[in-house]
């Protein structure tokens, strides 16, 4: 059996046995006999296990199948022109070679296969194919096509910051800092490759735009195999052709190449990597690969290309093309080659069956890795340190803003018009005063900590939060901005099926703790539909997300203090109604202020019923039982929640168990929202302490509207919160 060497690139095995032809001087684009030797044994190691795999497929021992056969020349050739565990990668399913090329072993990538515990991408939650190796700097992958390249552009701007400021790399203990360790050199190239379907995707072109804009050292490659499942792509591509269509875009480098042909793709990838190495900015391989096998073991092609164009694919099939080569070059003649590929399958079948014994994870671990293990946000508290005199929300998030990137190097500020002012030269000249933030929260972060810290984003929610994803991922602390709720659905895809995720997919590999900062809520007379909206429930109904919603300024104040400290991802919600609010302003309580996650907090004590709660409707249920208690004598007790996940259970049981009487009330629509959850819980586990039914006050079913007496017919008011304690204390 052929042993895998720790850079799989110089695999001695085969080197032994070949003929002394290989110790010819002659090379190939600078690639050595001895190194094409090595290519090949990967490429068709990489095959051989494609093959395995859907052997194993058919003898139901694993789960699914998808091959990176057709792909091999182009991937082993950049696994070639870049350094493993110093680049950064960000690969799509279809990059077998690569990641052998860059170390993985064939017993790790069949232990992806049969979901085993030792499967060192995901411990056996992801399918086969979705490559993560932390020691390899290979980035847990997930099966959205498309979100990787965001977060491959995010992660080339932590490498140039950590460069520019290498101190803040440094390791810090209290603070999710002690547990993300930091690398960086300088020079490193973020790899990141798709298909050509993938193109079609807008944060492809998100991502482009900022890699070229930004001059950043990222190696895009597309894998163009004609197809995406049955699309081919002329349907994807106005034109046919990506590259073609990226002519224009400044400071990137574009090589097109025969991806089935190893020495041509590795010149093209060799050009690619030190255009992106130089600083030179991005740049973009377009590799035309083919597809021998089907889109994946659940897809059959013959129904939909004809046997003529499988044929004319087939001539190109990059492991005979190698092989020939290698015989044509006088390099290993066929006797060499049958023995090389005999040990490949000799190291694949005992890889085969150590994988089928390997062990599975166990079902009481499916819990592990949701949140970080390391620091509980529960924990991060401190009292308060109060002066000066009473400010209000927005100039209390802005003071948190302040502090923590006083404390805290690796904090970045970015988003839609966050920064005071793009043209730096403008600030420096004294001509204007900036703007920071359209409702001024970030007002004056750029000019105290810089334009490399604070600056503007283009005007695309997914660029937003992918490159803060891969930013964290890195160990950055991008503290994002959502200019309003309401335009965060393009950003959704990366919320929900990266930043939440990335954690429990990788089994605690990575980890991406970025702060999302969103301005959310109506009550706003005139906000109409799209910026008054509520939809909290939609982020607390991702696992491994934390999310806040603070009622006023103090507790704004102290939950961003932990949001930024905390290791896990967090969605900062803030009421746009009460920045400014005259209600709950409050002295500034000083730098290290801390208020603990899932701590409710009783705005008001009370005997006769409970009204659960959080953000704009704190004042309103306020004001309702003040009245209340004034006119009927009834004592209500008013909790606000203040982080929706997580939250306070043991405040909501040991009031509703005082009172026997609760309404959950929240902005948000009544059916399915946040609240409808509490109410559920609170029926199911404290039925036996109830003596009325759980009520809930919310927003109508509806969107909110632009015209005031729609808006006072939708939003939930003081007057339903009084009626509905008023007939809840009669019950
Ligand atoms: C966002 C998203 N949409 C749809 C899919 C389903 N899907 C998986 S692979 C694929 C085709 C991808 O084609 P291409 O980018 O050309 O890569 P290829 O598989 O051809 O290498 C599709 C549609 C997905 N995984 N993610
Ligand atoms: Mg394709």
Redesign the pocket.
């Known amino acids: 059996m052929a042993v895998t060497k720790a850079d799989p690139r110089k695999n001695a095995t085969a080197l032994e046995e070949a003929p002394s032809s290989t110790k010819s001087d002659k090379t190939y684009e600078g690639l050595t006999r001895k190194q094409l030797v090595d290519m090949y044994r990967l490429m068709y190691l990489s095959r051989r296990l494609d093959d395995r795999e859907i052997v194993l497929k058919r003898l139901q021992k694993i789960f699914f199948q998808?091959s990176g056969a057709g792909?091999e020349a182009l991937t082993v050739a950049a696994g070639f022109a870049l350094k493993p565990s110093y680049d950064w990668f960000y690969p799509?399913?279809?990059d077998r070679a690569l990641c052998l090329a860059l170390g993985m072993t064939p017993y790790e990538m069949l232990c992806e296969a049969v979901g085993s515990a030792d499967d060192p991408a995901s411990g056996g939650r992801q399918m086969p194919s979705h490559w993560g190796h932390k020691k390899l700097n290979i980035v847990t992958q997930s099966?959205?096509?498309?979100?990787q390249l965001l977060q491959a552009v995010g992660c080339a701007e932590a490498g140039r910051y950590f460069t520019q400021h290498p101190d803040a790399a440094q390791r810090k203990t209290g603070d999710y800092r002690q547990f993300k360790d930091v690398t960086f050199h300088g020079d490193e190239v973020v790899y990141v490759s798709?298909?050509?379907?993938?193109?079609s995707?807008g944060e492809f072109w998100e991502a482009m735009n900022t890699a070229c804009n930004e001059k950043l050292p990222v190696m895009f490659v597309v894998?163009?195999?004609g197809?995406?499942?049955s699309?081919p792509?002329e349907v994807?591509t106005a034109g046919g052709s990506v590259s073609q269509l990226l002519r224009n875009f400044p400071n990137l480098l574009i090589e097109e190449c025969d991806g089935t042909d190893p020495v041509a793709s590795y010149a093209a990838c060799k050009r690619a990597v030190e255009h992106c190495r130089s600083g030179n900015g991005p740049a973009l391989v377009h590799g035309h690969v083919i597809?021998p096998y089907s889109?994946?073991l659940s897809d059959d092609e013959k129904l939909y290309r004809p046997e003529s164009e499988r044929q004319q694919d087939a001539k190109r099939d990059p492991i005979t093309r190698m092989q020939l080569f290698l015989v044509r070059e006088n390099i290993l003649n066929e006797d060499e080659i049958n023995k090389l590929e005999k040990s490949v399958d000799e190291e694949v079948q005992v890889a085969s069956d150590r994988a089928e014994h390997a062990t599975p994870p166990t079902a009481d671990s499916i819990y592990n890795h949701v949140y970080s293990a390391d620091l509980d946000p529960r924990t991060l508290v401190s009292e308060p340190k109060f002066e000066g005199p009473d400010k209000t929300m927005a100039d209390l998030i802005n003071a948190a803003l302040k502090d923590e990137m006083k404390r805290d190097e690796r904090i970045v500020v970015f988003g839609e018009d966050v920064a005071d002012c793009s043209r730096e030269e403008y600030l420096k000249q004294k001509q204007i005063k900036g703007k920071g933030g359209v409702f001024k929260l970030t007002a004056g972060l750029q000019c105290d900590y810089g334009s490399d810290r604070v600056f503007n984003s283009p005007l695309a929610e997914a660029n937003i939060v992918g490159r803060a994803v891969g930013m964290a991922t890195r160990g950055l602390k991008p503290v994002a901005e959502i200019q309003f709720f309401d335009y965060i659905w393009p950003a959704y895809?990366q919320i929900r099926n990266e930043l939440s995720v990335i954690r429990w997919r990788s089994n605690g590999n990575f980890s991406c703790p970025a702060v999302i900062r969103v301005a959310i809520g109506g009550y706003l007379t005139g906000g109409a539909i799209y910026h008054s909206q509520c939809g909290e429930v939609l982020f607390t109904h991702n696992p491994g997300l934390r999310v806040c919603f603070p009622s006023n300024a103090l507790d704004a104040c102290g939950l961003l203090h932990t949001a930024i400290r905390c290791d896990d991802p967090v969605m900062f919600l803030e009421h746009k109604r009460l920045y400014r609010e005259t209600y709950g302003r409050s002295p500034y309580p000083g730098p290290d202020y801390m208020v603990p996650f899932g701590k409710a907090k009783a705005v008001k004590e009370g005997n006769d019923l409970s009204v659960i709660t959080y953000g704009a409707v704190v004042p309103r249920a306020l004001q309702a039982a003040q009245r209340i208690e004034r006119e009927q004598g009834v004592s209500v007790e008013l909790i606000d929640l203040r982080t929706l996940n997580p939250y306070d259970w043991e405040a909501i049981a040991t009031s509703v168990r005082k009172t026997s009487r609760v309404i959950v009330a929240y902005e948000d629509t009544l059916s399915w929202g946040y609240g409808a959850e509490i109410a559920a819980r609170i029926a199911d586990e404290l039925f036996e302490d109830l003596d009325a039914p759980v009520k809930r006050v919310a927003a109508t079913d509806t969107f909110v509207a632009y015209q005031p007496v729609l808006e006072d017919a939708i939003l939930p008011l003081a007057e339903d919160l009084f009626k509905a304690m008023e007939s809840l204390a009669k019950f």
């Open positions: 998808i792909h799509y399913y279809r099966s959205p096509t498309g979100t798709c298909g050509d379907g993938t193109t995707e894998e163009d195999n197809y995406a499942i699309v792509v994807q597809r889109h994946s895809h």
